[in-house]
């Protein structure tokens, strides 16, 4: 069977074993060989940053060779990931979480800050992303605790805490770019995923409408809850409308309520994530940022769309 095996540094990271990318490389082939693999070729997507190591092997040798890479821990320096050699890297569909994914915070966790009970709606936002609470509960719950809050914090908030993840523009602007449909679902607010989704590019975007009156937040969620059935049944329905495979599709997210999407997705990844949605996934990025979503597609560095 022929695979391809994507090896993914971040570059800004300095080595903790003073091991350089062309060790790495070198590492991977002597793995491949070991499990009685053939390399077939290694293939440069960004100077010492990304490559592809082609390669032919048998099931029980890959299964050997994942269990190498483990137990090596090889994952301390790198994010890899391996997959069939086939003309359908390119994905056609992607969806994705926002807070802690295309950027950096949890916006209701930074909206807490500024009416002074971060600490306690932290802890819940903590807790429903590991799964260990219900989503609806929880977020409804934090969502009261914000009422009576001048609406004008959301701006504030916006202008002053948000910070996209690396890569998450050239991810979107370039898959969209090649033709994919791109959509941006929260279990956060549309106040900020409109405002998230223009810049990066998505085409979509869906979340919770935070209920208003007076010029302040009501403390309810107005209409249906967005939650992990709901990403999922997004997922599914542009996939259907727009006679999308399985295999074309790609999700990214970091938490328990992007689990079924993450596993619905014909690529399923977990950005920087809670463990439950790490070992759902296909996918774990650890180290790099969201560019390696492109790297895995068989993207050089140079196919990119800018990242600011």
């Known amino acids: 069977m022929k695979h391809v095996m994507t090896i993914i540094v971040d570059p800004t990271a300095p080595s903790p074993e003073d091991i350089s990318y062309s060790d790495l490389i070198d590492f991977a082939d002597s793995y491949i060989e070991i499990c009685a693999g053939k390399v077939r070729s290694v293939a440069t997507l960004s100077k010492d940053e990304a490559s592809d190591i082609f390669f032919s092997i048998s099931q029980e040798g890959l299964d050997r060779l994942h269990a190498i890479l483990i137990e090596r821990n090889y994952t301390s320096r790198c994010d890899w990931f391996i997959q069939p ?17 295309m950027i950096q915070v949890e916006c209701i966790d930074e909206l807490a800050d500024f009416a002074g009970i971060r600490d306690r709606v932290e802890a819940i936002t903590e807790a429903a992303m590991r799964g260990e609470l219900d989503f609806d509960q929880a977020l409804t719950e934090r969502v009261a605790l914000l009422k009576g809050m001048d609406t004008d914090v959301l701006q504030q908030c916006f202008d002053e805490r948000v910070k996209y993840t690396r890569g998450a523009r050239s991810l979107v602007r370039t ?28 085409e979509i975007n869906k979340a919770n409408f935070l209920g ?60 920087h994530a809670k463990p439950k949605a790490a070992e759902a996934a296909d996918f774990a990025i650890n180290h790099g940022d ?7 597609q068989g993207y050089q560095r140079t196919d990119f769309e800018p990242d600011q």
Do not use: C, Y
């Not at 569909?93 to 807070?99: F, G, P, S, T, V």
């Open 85 to 101: 050699d086939s003309e359908g890297r390119k994905k056609r569909l992607l969806i994705a979480d926002m807070d802690s994914t």
């Open 175 to 202: 898959m969209a770019r090649e033709g994919a449909i791109t959509a941006l679902v929260s279990g956060g607010f549309t106040f900020f995923t409109a405002r998230v989704s223009e810049w990066l590019g998505f």
């Open 212 to 271: 208003e009156q007076d010029g302040q937040l009501s403390g309810e969620v107005v209409g249906e809850i967005v939650n992990a059935e709901t990403k999922r049944e997004m997922l599914e329905e542009l996939a259907t409308n727009n006679g999308i495979e399985h295999a074309d599709i790609m999700a990214v997210g970091d938490g328990a309520n992007d689990i079924p999407m993450i596993m619905a997705a014909g690529i399923g990844a977990a950005f």
């Open 290 to 296: 969201l560019s390696a979503l492109l790297f895995m």
